[in-house]
T-cell receptor, first 116, second 110 residues
């Protein structure tokens, strides 16, 4: 069955360190992968998108890598701050078998806490 | 603020009842998506509409239905509600690959 796993339900790190979150998937051939941030009781907010033919993408303190051979994406937050504390969701855009229509499949998320 | 609005913010109802959730997409966005988020299932795609037409269907129950109107707002109808339908329901809209999520409707079925 199709599965997206975000390793570690929770990650606690000290302010200033780099947070690394992992997203592994099986049985998908994603066209692209996205990372979203979600704060408690609020809707997810888009952060970054990386396509299947891209290895790495950066945006300010954020970096995402995408390895389609390993079927894995890593999401890094450098110089982390307490304000970065939130749940981070990995989402794959893929096509159902035999369909020309794609959709997003979300992981369960990793809850990041950055302590001072 | 994503520009996507959802009403109501909270909804408390009883089993067996029917409710309607409303979503207004960002100005100009033709695609509207509905998602359900519960503690045990995570964020699950329900259905997508594009310019009034159903585009893709996910894990949507037969008791649930949706539509998108000519002004592009969308409604999600949930009927014969069960306790397990209690969840956060999100609407999102997009023009390209990035989805913009609304604040959600928290549905509690008692």
């Amino acid at each position: 069955s199709q599965k997206i796993e975000q390793n570690s339900e929770a990650l606690n790190i000290q302010e200033g360190k780099t947070a690394t979150l992992t997203c592994n998937y099986t049985n998908y051939s994603p066209a692209y992968l996205q990372w979203y941030r979600q704060d408690p009781g609020r809707g997810p907010v888009f952060l970054l998108l990386i396509r299947e033919n891209e290895k790495e993408k950066r945006k300010e303190r954020l970096k995402v890598t995408f390895d389609t051979t390993l079927k894995q994406s890593l999401f890094h937050i450098t110089a982390s701050q307490p304000a970065d504390s939130a749940t981070y969701l990995c989402a794959l855009y893929a096509f159902d078998r035999g369909s020309t229509l794609g959709r997003l499949y979300f992981g369960r998320g990793t809850q990041l806490t950055v302590w001072p | 603020d994503s520009g996507v609005t959802q009403t109501p913010k909270h909804l408390i109802t009883a089993t067996g009842q029917r409710v309607t959730l409303r979503c207004s997409p960002r100005s100009g966005d033709l695609s509207v998506y509905w998602y359900q988020q519960s503690l045990d299932q995570g964020l699950q795609f329900l259905i997508q509409y594009y310019n009034g037409e159903e585009r893709a269907k996910g894990n949507i129950l037969e008791r649930f239905s949706a539509q998108q109107f000519p002004d592009l707002h969308s409604e999600l109808n949930l009927s014969s509600l069960e306790l397990g339908d209690s969840a956060l329901y999100f609407c999102a809209s997009s023009e390209g690959d990035e989805q913009f999520f609304g604040p959600g409707t928290r549905l509690t079925v008692l």
